[in-house]
């Protein structure tokens, strides 16, 4: 049953990709995440429930992790998101409920309708169904690519050239919601999501810094899993100006979708769905690994007053909660943190992510336990040299586990 309409208008804006250090750095400049932060709360440590888009977004549109989303008993990857989104009431549809007007715009492939996104919107565009021989091209590859054939080389053309299935830019995602929202009654629920920071890395030429034709295609090439070389130094230092750009031109878009939808005095959640590596542990772009590149993410809530930071660990799992708390106009933030929290990855790494350290338990069996604050970059973990602390984790990581084979059953369960 519908509720009668109240609360104020929200907008969740997710950014492919987006590392957190890429946004609190001070020494890089992206001035809308800093005013968007100054106007509210900044988790400073906020942690993707997984390394990639399929593994986070169901999470994190839900609150609750899926399983694992590979071939299973006949069941492909995009099906089995789907039946898990639609059975657990996702964000949006937990809003119309409410009687919020629910209006969501994506460029993700994991997050089209293919994959059940569109549950609880009232309109959905996913891009699927764009004309025109980019539209066209777009939608093939995509079809393809999720009924598992191998479609990487030409994903990696199409992509470069600007038509491919991560190429629809951030612009374009903003003035189509923009359309979308001119007849909507209020209150209103608005997510987008947004590609630019996603490999291949094309910032807007104004952000090129210098980086040619030939050293950008170079640099993209080597960083895939589809080139045989590793990235150079040179090639890593382009790669990094180039994804650094591309978080400044989604910066330069995050000033006007506040400028667009200021006469809407929204309450703003931004996120990432999970991190990007260059090199750090060997791997370039995302997925399979739980290291800080991979899986800290920025996660602000803006125009809400009253400046705040953030310590304790805190998973983007509670973002349902937390949305639905700002339906009300009133947030207690110390109800979405906690002492410590987890990830998962497809590929069966698992680690528990505390305040200032890091469990880490591999796919080949070896646990490793990192002093964040001593080890930012997690070079030195110790291999389980103390017996005391090897022991109070696995444990923990067995309640982890039992609390995902229960999400897997769908058992009601609680939060971390």
Known sequence: MTE??????????????????????????????????????????????????????????????????????????????????????????????????????????????????????????????????????????????????????????????????????????VSRAIEELEDASEPFFLWMMFLDPHWPYRPPTRYHDGTGIIGRYRANWRASNLSDSTPSERDDETLRTLYNGTVKGFDDCLERIRNELRPFDPAYVLHSDHGEAFGEHGQYGHGGALYEENIRVPLLVGNIGNRTRVENPVSLQVIPRLITSLCNGEIDLSAFTTDQTYAISERGDICVRGSGWKYYLGKDERSRLYNLRTDPGEQDGIEIGIESLESQYRNHLCEITDLERAAREQVPIKQL
């Open 4 to 173: 009668t309409p109240t609360g104020r208008n929200i907008v969740m804006l997710s950014v492919d990709s987006l590392r957190a250090d890429y946004c609190y750095d001070e020494s890089l400049a992206t001035p809308a995440i800093d005013a968007l932060a100054d106007s509210g709360c900044r988790f400073e440590n906020a942690i993707a429930p997984g390394p990639a888009t399929y593994e986070s977004m169901p999470a994190i549109f839900t609150g609750i992790q899926p399983g694992p989303s590979g071939p299973k008993g006949g069941i492909n990857k995009r099906e089995r998101i789907k039946r898990h989104v639609r059975a657990h009431r996702p964000l949006a549809e937990r809003l119309r409920e409410r009687g919020y007007t629910t209006i969501g715009v994506t460029p993700n492939p994991f997050t089209s309708r293919q994959f059940g996104f569109d549950t609880g919107f009232d309109k959905f565009v996913d891009f699927f169904d764009s004309s025109g021989f980019g539209g066209g091209l777009r939608s093939r590859i995509v079809s393809r690519w999720a009924d598992g054939e191998f479609v990487g080389g030409l994903r990696f053309a199409s992509n470069m050239l600007g038509l491919g299935d991560v190429s629809v830019s951030c612009s374009t995602v």
